[in-house]
């Protein structure tokens, strides 16, 4: 069955540090996949998405991610972090064969002084 | 204006009680959508609707019951309620239901409480 498995529940970096977070799938097909951020009390809003082509990916507010076919994952980045990026952000797979986004369970970032 | 719209922000109810949550969206989509979401799970898609039409049931009990009337209004029509659907639910439309190559614009949630 398709998935999203997002590992890290919760990660806490400082202000001005690197951050990754993870995202593997489990998709037989071409997937496209996408990583969406929620701000505290908002809805959700497209960080990037990937369809094909150049496996690293760049998104709005200073977010990348790179596509590994091998290792099934889909992994944010973001190379210096800002007290505003503290949000819970969501992988996600859209479906083929159906009207479906699969997300993952979310990620929650706190970011330090 | 912002694009997804939802009222109630916030809605308790008892398990008797009947409401509805509304969704409006000022994007020119074709397709919206209804997803749940529970602490420390997924998002739960719920229903799509593509140019008026219901495409996916996704086997939600039937206390849930949504609503279309054109392609900008969704609503999510709620009866006798249990505690545990007690969560926030988003609204969220698309250009259309082709969701590989499009985006979901979603709205700020309605937070229900079901005592």
């Known amino acids: 069955a398709q998935s999203v498995t997002q590992p890290d529940i919760h990660i806490t970096v400082s202000e001005g540090a690197s951050l990754e977070l993870r995202c593997n799938y489990s998709?037989?097909?071409?997937?496209?996949l996408f990583w969406y951020v929620q701000s505290p009390g908002q809805g959700l809003q497209l960080l990037l998405k990937y369809f094909s082509g150049d496996t690293l990916v760049q998104g709005i507010k200073g977010f990348e991610a790179e596509f590994k076919r091998s290792q099934s994952s889909f992994n944010l980045r973001k190379p210096s972090v800002h007290w505003s990026d503290a949000a819970e952000y969501f992988c996600a797979v859209a479906l083929v064969h159906n009207n479906d986004m699969r997300f993952g369970a979310g990620t929650r970032l706190t970011v330090k002084p | 204006e912002t694009g997804v719209t939802q009222t109630p922000r916030h809605l308790v109810m008892g398990m008797t009680n009947k409401k509805s949550l509304k969704c409006e969206q000022h994007?020119?989509?074709?397709?919206m959508y209804w997803y749940k979401q529970s602490a420390k799970k997924p998002l739960e898609l719920m229903f799509v609707y593509n140019f008026k039409e219901q495409t996916e049931n996704n086997s939600v009990p039937s206390r849930f019951s949504p609503e279309c009337p054109n392609s900008s209004h969704l609503f999510l029509h709620l009866h006798t309620l249990q505690p545990e659907d007690s969560a926030l639910y988003l609204c969220?439309?698309?250009?259309?239901?082709?969701?590989?190559?499009?985006?979901?614009?979603f709205g700020e949630g309605s937070r229900l409480t079901v005592l």
């Open positions: 969220a439309s698309s250009q259309d239901s082709d969701l590989r190559t499009g985006e979901l614009f």
């Open positions: 994007l020119g989509h074709n397709a």
């Open positions: 998709y037989g097909a071409t997937p496209y």
